[in-house]
């Protein structure tokens, strides 16, 4: 088993063949590690107080590319694919004043918009270039002091263009005055964000539409624990989703009061039958029953609305096509700019595997069907949920998932822990 991990974290790129446990899985307990959004603002932060100490830092490629981005100050720096890494790090360099860097990513995170955050930037009197296409990556950035403190963007965007801002504001001169315009979305990001800050002893407020931050010169010395990504936890709820009554797993380590927006996990999987407990810092999920309400038949339709924690669409829908369950998820707008237009990848992988779905810009429904068809080859998209999102669909059907390494990306050891439950996976040319 542990000579099989390392082979499959060696090879690149890789295609994997999957399929469930050979007895079904009573119980397991899985280490997760660090939240990757957490993680990614807390290192933005360390860098503009020190004497910030992190515990249980993310292990992802996504949060490697923003610790080696914050050491630069001169030249290139190409974060690939990490999008939060591009909004926070463009927020960063613009307010270092020593700052002179070209910031630049793969050729799919030149096509995902930055303008907003830009015009925002600009707006408090950062020195910003494109150097290709006007409103896309890769960006001349020349760090300075911004003297203004008061901007407005648009409420309905990816809330990381808000948190870019939120996070360098208690580093520049008189800090900022945010105002949003129009309905929020993914708000729980923002209040995360937030959070920290004030876990920092960094003041804040956000009242109706308006944020303020305050500036802050220094803070006494701390230490915060990243809490485990609750993002990774939606792979092992969907894994008990698919599993039989009675199946327990543990998770960690995760808290109560959870600063993340995917802790919705926790209400939504009652739907699919997983009870979840929180006790100490275990996480434990536990099938109970079939999916639905007593009494009712397959022709339920799940209705979601993930404004607030689109990062779990995938898994969800997923979800409901293995169960045979239809639905209909909304909320999905950021879904169209993310590592590739997750919408329209669900729709084609999906109907490969024999699914009715139809997706807009905004949302998906799908309704039932009665089968499911095997040895299916997922293509990935170079997007990591991708392939985590379709890995436990193996508990219904054997599968293929092509650039099966792009897990790396926010979670490195998903393809061992995977093992760990006595899922059977193999490397293959297929």
Same mark, same amino acid.
């Given at each position: 088993?542990?000579?099989?991990?390392?082979?499959?974290?060696?090879?690149?790129?890789?295609?994997?063949?999957?399929?469930?446990?050979?007895?079904?899985?009573?119980?397991?307990?899985?280490?997760?590690?660090?939240?990757?959004?957490?993680?990614?603002?807390?290192?933005?932060?360390?860098?503009?107080?020190?004497?910030?100490?992190?515990?249980?830092?993310?292990?992802?490629?996504?949060?490697?590319?923003?610790?080696?981005?914050?050491?630069?100050?001169?030249?290139?720096?190409?974060?690939?694919?990490?999008?939060?890494?591009?909004?926070?790090?463009?927020?960063?360099?613009?307010?270092?004043?020593?700052?002179?860097?070209? $910031? @630049?990513?793969?050729?799919?995170?030149?096509?995902?918009?930055?303008? *907003? +955050?830009? %015009?925002?930037? /600009?707006?408090? &009197?950062?020195?910003?270039?494109?150097?290709?296409?006007?409103?896309?990556?890769?960006?001349?950035?020349?760090?300075?002091?911004?003297?203004?403190?008061?901007?407005?963007?648009?409420?309905?965007?990816?809330?990381?263009?808000?948190?870019?801002?939120?996070?360098?504001?208690?580093?520049?001169?008189?800090?900022?005055?945010?105002?949003?315009?129009?309905?929020?979305?993914?708000?729980?990001?923002?209040?995360?964000?937030?959070?920290?800050?004030?876990?920092?002893?960094?003041?804040?407020?956000?009242?109706?539409?308006?944020?303020?931050?305050?500036?802050?010169?220094?803070?006494?010395?701390?230490?915060?624990?990243?809490?485990?990504?609750?993002?990774?936890?939606?792979?092992?709820?969907?894994?008990?989703?698919?599993?039989?009554?009675?199946?327990?797993?543990? $998770? @960690?380590?995760?808290?109560?009061?959870?600063?993340?927006?995917?802790? *919705? +996990?926790? %209400?939504?999987? /009652?739907?699919? &039958?997983?009870?979840?407990?929180?006790?100490?810092?275990?996480?434990?999920?536990?099938?109970?029953?079939?999916?639905?309400?007593?009494?009712?038949?397959?022709?339920?339709?799940?209705?979601?609305?993930?404004?607030?924690?689109?990062?779990?669409?995938?898994?969800?829908?997923?979800?409901?096509?293995?169960?045979?369950?239809?639905?209909?998820?909304?909320?999905?707008?950021?879904?169209?700019?993310?590592?590739?237009?997750?919408?329209?990848?669900?729709?084609?992988?999906?109907?490969?595997?024999?699914?009715?779905?139809?997706?807009?810009?905004?949302?998906?429904?799908?309704?039932?069907?009665?089968?499911?068809?095997?040895?299916?080859?997922?293509?990935?998209?170079?997007?990591?949920?991708?392939?985590?999102?379709?890995?436990?669909?193996?508990?219904?059907?054997? $599968?293929?998932?092509?650039?099966?390494?792009?897990?790396?990306?926010?979670?490195?050891?998903?393809?061992?822990?995977?093992?760990?439950?006595?899922?059977?996976?193999?490397?293959?040319?297929?």
């Amino acid at each position: 088993m542990a000579g099989k991990s390392r082979k499959i974290q060696n090879f690149t790129p890789l295609t994997l063949y999957l399929s469930g446990p050979p007895t079904p899985i009573k119980k397991a307990r899985i280490n997760i590690t660090g939240s990757k959004s957490e993680s990614n603002r807390l290192l933005l932060l360390q860098a503009l107080y020190p004497n910030l100490k992190i515990e249980n830092l993310s292990n992802a490629d996504d949060v490697k590319v923003m610790m080696e981005g914050l050491k630069v100050t001169s030249g290139t720096v190409d974060i690939h694919h990490a999008g939060t890494a591009m909004r926070f790090l463009t927020a960063y360099f613009a307010t270092k004043e020593s700052a002179d860097v070209t $910031l @630049t990513g793969s050729s799919r995170m030149q096509e995902r918009p930055i303008k *907003v +955050l830009v %015009d925002a930037l /600009r707006q408090l &009197g950062a020195d910003i270039e494109y150097l290709k296409t006007e409103g896309y990556p890769p960006l001349r950035i020349r760090g300075k002091k911004l003297e203004r403190s008061k901007v407005s963007l648009p409420a309905n965007i990816s809330s990381q263009y808000i948190s870019a801002l939120l996070l360098v504001a208690p580093g520049t001169q008189k800090g900022l005055e945010l105002e949003l315009l129009g309905e929020i979305t993914s708000v729980p990001y923002i209040k995360m964000t937030l959070s920290l800050l004030n876990e920092m002893g960094i003041k804040s407020s956000f009242s109706g539409n308006k944020i303020k931050v305050g500036p802050t010169d220094t803070i006494s010395a701390r230490s915060i624990r990243v809490e485990s990504d609750w993002s990774s936890a939606s792979y092992f709820y969907s894994i008990a989703a698919f599993s039989e009554i009675g199946t327990h797993l543990e $998770l @960690t380590s995760y808290k109560d009061k959870s600063l993340q927006g995917d802790r *919705v +996990l926790a %209400d939504i999987y /009652r739907h699919f &039958g997983v009870e979840t407990r929180i006790e100490g810092s275990t996480l434990h999920l536990i099938k109970n029953a079939h999916p639905g309400k007593p009494g009712e038949d397959k022709d339920v339709v799940f209705n979601f609305h993930l404004a607030d924690a689109p990062d779990i669409a995938q898994t969800i829908a997923v979800n409901c096509f293995g169960l045979q369950i239809g639905c209909r998820i909304t909320g999905l707008h950021t879904l169209k700019i993310k590592e590739t237009d997750r919408l329209e990848a669900l729709k084609i992988e999906l109907t490969k595997l024999g699914a009715r779905i139809e997706v807009s810009d905004h949302h998906l429904e799908m309704t039932p069907v009665d089968h499911i068809e095997k040895d299916v080859s997922i293509a990935t998209y170079k997007d990591h949920r991708m392939a985590m999102a379709f890995a436990p669909l193996a508990l219904k059907t054997n $599968l293929y998932i092509e650039e099966a390494e792009v897990v790396s990306k926010s979670y490195p050891d998903f393809w061992r822990d995977l093992e760990q439950l006595n899922f059977q996976i193999s490397q293959t040319d297929h």
